[in-house]
């Protein structure tokens, strides 16, 4: 990293002190509110990027930089996630042993209903992520769960994603003071510095969005789950939420929790719910 970078992440700007300010800390769930968390988190981004229409922030450091988003609309043309979205078709569709398909576990047989995940589920008590959902899906239908970072279901999440294009993210936080409270916790989790770097999430994604790490322009946290899943360069593949965060946690180095954890799904719920309203646009690519 370069010294700039270090110099950034070494003190707080003024507006995201003033962010943290005005939002809730980890207080009692009557004392919450997301609906002034989301609109406070995503005028943080518009302020700070005034020149950035409010639906480009889901297309992360293209946003950020012109010569990068004419790149990457030049690369849409050939898209190099275009593997996974026909495989994630042809086994979206595939039967299972028993005849039914993932169709028959979610509304509208699974087609466009991305921007509703993560739900809070009322009857479990917890967060149910996409990911989640289509494992459970298979492990009712007598099929063995695939791996959270692995292809299978970075290419049926890239599918789904795609059937939701254009869809504003529509997280819902139902009247439970434990949704509330998995939501509160989502927040902590990203707001708390960890590992022997001692970084937050916000520490590269709402304090220093738009800045270089080596050779990484660093996406806003607005709309980042937006782009879900993606293909990245450095693997050579896709991933999924689950190895996005799993990795951001080894390079700052701090311990990796287990894919689909409680925090992971919490902290995932958080940023899908501030951003509300802004279009669906996976799967997507990074550099």
């Known amino acids: 990293m370069n010294v700039r970078f270090y110099l950034l ?20 769930a009557d004392k919450v509110d997301p609906v002034a968390d989301a609109k406070a988190f995503q005028n943080f981004f518009f302020q700070k990027f005034p020149t950035v229409k409010h639906e480009d922030f889901v297309n992360g450091p293209y946003s950020m930089n012109e010569d990068m988003k004419r790149q990457w609309q030049e690369k849409e043309e050939f898209p190099p996630y275009e593997f996974a979205l026909d ?4 086994m979206f569709a595939t039967p299972f042993r028993n005849g039914k398909t993932y169709a028959d576990c979610f509304p509208n047989g699974g087609i466009g209903i991305r921007q509703n995940y993560p739900y809070f589920d009322t009857g479990e008590g917890k967060v149910v992520t996409l990911e989640l959902a289509l494992n459970r899906c298979r492990e009712a239908n007598g099929e ?6 692995k292809d299978e279901m970075a290419s049926l999440t890239a599918y789904m994603a795609f059937t939701s294009r254009g869809k504003p993210m529509d997280i819902k936080i139902p009247d439970d003071p434990r949704a509330l409270a998995a939501y509160e ?3 902590r989790y990203f707001y708390t510095r960890r590992g022997q770097m001692n970084f937050s999430c916000a520490s590269c994604h709402v304090q220093s969005p738009g800045e270089r790490i080596r050779a990484e322009i660093l996406a806003p946290a607005l709309g980042i789950l937006n782009a879900m899943p993606i293909y990245r ?3 050579s593949g896709m991933g999924t939420t689950s190895r996005r965060f799993v990795t951001c946690n080894s390079q700052t180095r701090a311990v990796p929790l287990e894919p689909q954890a409680d925090e992971y799904r919490d902290v995932e719920y958080f940023l899908s719910y501030v951003a ?8 997507g690519a990074r550099p």
């Open 87 to 90: 495989a994630g078709k042809e």
């Open 9 to 28: 992440l070494g003190s707080v700007s003024a507006a995201l002190v003033a962010f943290a300010l005005t939002s809730p800390r980890v207080i009692a």
């Open 233 to 235: 360069s450095e693997w």
């Open 185 to 187: 916790n989502g927040k």
């Open 144 to 149: 063995a769960p695939y791996s959270y970072v």
């Open 276 to 283: 509300n309203g802004l279009p669906i646009s996976g799967p």
